[in-house]
């Protein structure tokens, strides 16, 4: 039997484990021997240029694309040997907000989270519809229930992709550029509820990002991903260093310390340089 809404399964206290995944698109080789922990509770972010590999770790980890070796585990649990329907019971994606559209209203667009539970006739019962009303709650949604999804703004929309999620009741949140198309407002609401839903259920959550400043600000972890290679992994001071993102993207930043939390604020210097 399904837990219900909101309580918690055994491996919600279980750790996320990539253990030496590798994994190629044809013949070619684009994610190498990557390792890495994410704890409950805890927000791991994967910094690194375009074409580092973060969407396809992403991809590779949600069983998107098969990896060539490696294991992909929660706690002692390998997540190879399970069924689509199993795996979405573990892990849930959260995609870019592009415009979407058609006639669904937020509450049928949240419903499909609960696809991996629904009975043979794909009916939903009492406990799907439960769940659902608890992952608007937990959205910020509520009022936005019967409202139709090409009329929300991208923000919007970005939170009810969160809200599907939710309503799958999984352990594990993976999130792929969530803010790229985001103003700052947006971007900065989204990521709080984030941080406040991570903490509250303890979720493990591994989210691709582009925006550094923000990384330092959101994240528990960081992962920097180089030409499909882990080349650093650890707090955001251990990892926003200048050496390490200079040499990662190319050019030349300067690290400064935010004043009241002591977050790493990166400057490039290429833009100064030209200003002068």
């Known amino acids: 039997m399904d837990p219900a809404p909101g309580q ?11 253990e030496s995944l590798t994994a190629n698109y044809g013949s070619t080789t ?28 992403i991809r590779a980890i ?23 329907s199993e795996r979405a019971k573990i892990l849930a994606v959260v ?10 209203s937020v509450e049928q667009a949240v419903m499909l989270g609960r696809t991996p539970y629904l009975n043979w006739l794909g009916r ?31 923000g919007e929309q970005q939170r009810v992709l969160l809200a599907r999620a939710l309503a799958q009741t999984t352990p594990v949140l993976l999130l792929d550029e969530p803010t790229n198309h985001l103003d700052l407002q947006h971007q900065t609401n989204f990521l709080s509820l984030l941080k406040k839903l991570t903490n509250e259920k ?36 251990e990892v926003i260093r200048a050496e390490h993102i200079s040499a990662a993207y190319q050019t030349p930043v300067e690290i400064v310390a935010h004043p009241g939390t002591g977050a790493p604020i990166i400057f490039p210097l290429g833009i100064l340089d030209q200003t002068k």
């Open 8 to 18: 918690a399964r055994s491996v919600l206290v279980s750790m996320l484990k990539i």
């Open 30 to 57: 684009v994610l190498h021997n990557i390792s890495f922990e994410v704890s409950p509770g805890e927000i791991l972010a994967l910094i690194g240029p375009n074409g580092a590999g973060k969407t396809t770790l």
């Open 62 to 84: 949600s069983g998107v694309i098969e990896i060539a070796s490696g294991r992909i585990c929660l706690g002692e649990q390998d997540l190879a040997g399970l069924s689509t």
């Open 95 to 104: 995609p870019q907000a592009r415009q979407l559209g058609g006639a669904f």
């Open 124 to 154: 939903e019962g009492e406990s799907d519809r439960a769940a659902v009303r608890l992952a608007l709650h937990q959205a910020d949604l509520e009022s936005f229930a019967h409202r139709r999804l090409a009329y929300l703004s991208g």
């Open 202 to 237: 303890q979720l493990t959550v591994i989210m691709a990002m582009h925006d550094l400043n923000l990384v330092s600000f959101i994240a528990d972890k960081v992962a920097l991903l180089v030409d499909g290679l882990l080349t650093s992994i650890g707090t955001p001071k």
